[in-house]
């Protein structure tokens, strides 16, 4: 089904599949809005902290953390705000827990084409048996740099689609009909637009992470996506202004005018960010590097 942006797909599938009391894993760090819509609708929810440096998924603690009570579990492969992409054996080990507790998985692969080092972005739809428990969303504002265009789509077993296509009509009617003309138009365009894009983009991760190594940041370089979490705890002791994560964020806007997304945003407890700040490197080349430089002329 065509929705109102992937945000308008993932609020139609949880009010589709979740009942009064039900509850939903959600690995940690996670987007904001997952978990701040599953808030909004009073769904409970069960975090899962990955494990860094790179994100692994702590299996063993998510099976003990599934409960009668449980739905669904959300997955965001390549994920925002750290750019894991879930390897083949992640989603096989998901699919297990899935068949064996019988639960739903929702996954958000919006940043589907912004990989690195050769990595493939596998849909857990795709495997055996999962298609039927999984709704899978997407949509076109990172593919297509649109983010205010609000179209997006998902993809699922007709039962819970049909349903979904009556709520998303209750809430929101419809996707905009003049968007969904715009993004005909870019279907048309040829798969080097899908090259050339992961070429500016491996650039970008490049010049971003580099620059953040060289000022003494802790990072991991994201799989995909186009953000990195950056861990700014070797900076605290030979600089002033990096006592937390907002106190950090607000140090780079006053030195370096560039904005960051402070830490404490990505966790349950905010504690648990207060080390953290989200570099998002989808911007206009010179307009990362003018924010490199400053960010060197700054802290170096
Ligand atoms: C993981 C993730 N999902 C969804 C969205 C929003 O997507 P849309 O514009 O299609 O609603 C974002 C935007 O930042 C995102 O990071």
């Given amino acids: 089904m065509v929705t109102v942006g992937s945000t308008g797909a ?7 599949l979740l009942d009064p009391g039900d509850e939903v894993v959600i690995f940690e760090p996670f987007y904001g809005y997952h978990v701040n819509l599953l808030k909004a609708m009073g769904a409970r929810l069960c975090h ?15 099976e003990e953390a599934v409960s009668d009570r449980t739905k669904a579990i959300i997955i965001n492969t390549p994920g925002n705000p750290h750019g894991k992409v879930w390897s083949e054996s992640d989603l096989e080990r998901l699919l297990d827990i899935l068949i064996r507790y019988d639960l739903y998985a929702i996954t958000d692969e919006i940043y589907e084409y912004m990989l690195y080092d050769d990595r ?7 495997l055996p048996g999962a298609f039927d428990r999984t709704v899978t969303i997407s949509g076109f504002s990172k593919t297509y740099n649109m983010t205010g265009w609000r179209i997006g789509y998902a993809i699922g077993p007709e039962p819970i689609i049909c349903k979904m296509g009556l709520l998303s009509d209750l809430i ?4 905009p009909t003049p968007l969904q003309h715009g993004v005909y138009e870019a279907f048309q365009m040829s798969g080097s637009y899908f090259d050339e894009m992961g070429k500016a983009y491996t650039e970008k991760r490049t010049l971003m992470c580099s620059t953040l190594e060289q000022i ?15 861990d700014f705890s070797p900076l605290s002791s030979r600089l002033k202004g990096f ?3 907002a106190a950090a ?6 030195k370096a005018n560039v904005g960051t997304v402070a830490g404490n945003s990505f966790f ?9 700040l989200r570099f998002c490197f989808a911007k206009e080349l010179p307009v990362l590097q003018q924010a490199c430089t400053q960010l060197k002329q700054a802290f170096l």
């Fill in 10 to 16: 993932f609020v139609a599938a949880m009010f589709t």
């Fill in 48 to 62: 899962i902290p990955t494990i860094p440096p790179d994100w692994d998924i702590p299996f063993d603690r998510l």
């Fill in 120 to 126: 493939r972005h596998l849909s857990l739809a795709s």
């Fill in 172 to 175: 929101y009617i419809c996707a």
């Fill in 216 to 230: 003494g940041f802790n990072i991991t370089w994201p799989q995909g996506s186009y953000y990195v979490l950056a």
């Fill in 243 to 245: 006592g937390d994560d």
């Fill in 249 to 254: 964020c607000k140090t780079l806007v006053e």
């Fill in 268 to 276: 349950n407890n905010p504690d648990d960010g207060r080390h953290y």
